[in-house]
């Protein structure tokens, strides 16, 4: 781990998506803590038009589809793209696309957009929400999960928690240790980032793990909360 900024870049997703997206399948902080808090947020999208934003290989898109949403994608990495359209199958509308630019969906598209795990990757989250929040129709509803800033203050305690910082960490994916670069920004900023895009914010979560996390998984025996990811619904002014 590291936050020097003079660390490597964090490479595409396309040179480790597969393992990543394995990994992801059956982990604590994704299969049984940050899916099943963005899909009880989510709620009840039976009939609704939903995008996955930064969609990776689709496990949310899917689960979402599954629950009667009309589910468009979208992700950076070509081959997290191609791992999505394996999962949902060939009519799925699954594209390649950026967070941090203009998004290919034209105004009001849609009635829910969920951001798992992406918005962090981006710097300019005034652009990015500007666009989030032309897609969505008037009343519609964004959900978000990202690294609880708390984590950047525990792990890096001599650093400046108020300041607007690229950092990046190392993990390894089988025989190989790739680096991931996210940017922080205190919680404040986060809410205001928020407001200033317009949104309203309803509900900003800090949730256990899943009642079916397997006990050898869990953080604590008790299966109490950890700090891992903070979650917010929020929701585009109506007309």
Not at 97 to 112: H, I, Q, R, T, V
Not at 130 to 152: F, K, N, Q
Not at 167 to 182: A, F, L, N
Request: charged residues 25%; negative net charge; aromatic residues 10%.
């Amino acid at each position: 781990m590291s936050d020097s900024a003079n660390t490597p870049v964090a490479p595409g997703y396309d040179d480790f998506a597969a393992a990543y997206s394995a990994r992801n399948e059956k982990s604590l902080f994704n299969a049984y803590y940050e899916r099943p808090e963005m899909l009880r947020l989510a709620g009840d999208v039976a009939g609704l038009e939903v995008l996955d934003a930064g969609c990776g290989s689709g496990p949310l898109a899917k689960a979402l589809r599954a629950r009667g949403a009309a589910v468009s994608a979208f992700d950076l990495s070509p081959v997290m793209v191609e791992l999505a359209r394996e999962r949902l199958g060939g009519d799925a509308d699954v594209r390649v696309a950026d967070l941090g630019a203009p998004l290919p969906y034209a105004d009001d598209s849609f009635d829910l957009v969920v951001v798992s795990l992406a918005l962090h990757y981006v710097e300019d989250w005034d652009s990015a929400l500007a666009e989030l929040r032309r897609v969505l129709r008037p009343d519609g509803r964004l959900t978000v999960s990202i690294i609880h800033p708390m984590i950047y203050a525990i792990v890096y305690p001599e650093a400046d928690y108020f300041a607007l910082t690229r950092y990046s960490e190392d993990y390894d994916y089988g025989d190989r240790t790739v680096w991931m670069t996210y940017w922080h920004r205190p919680l404040g900023e986060v809410v205001s980032a928020f407001l200033r895009a317009g949104f309203q914010v309803r509900a900003m979560t800090e949730p256990p793990p899943a009642a079916d996390t397997p006990p050898d998984l869990l953080p604590h025996p008790d299966g109490r909360p950890f700090i891992c990811f903070l979650f917010l619904e929020l929701q585009a002014p109506g007309e």
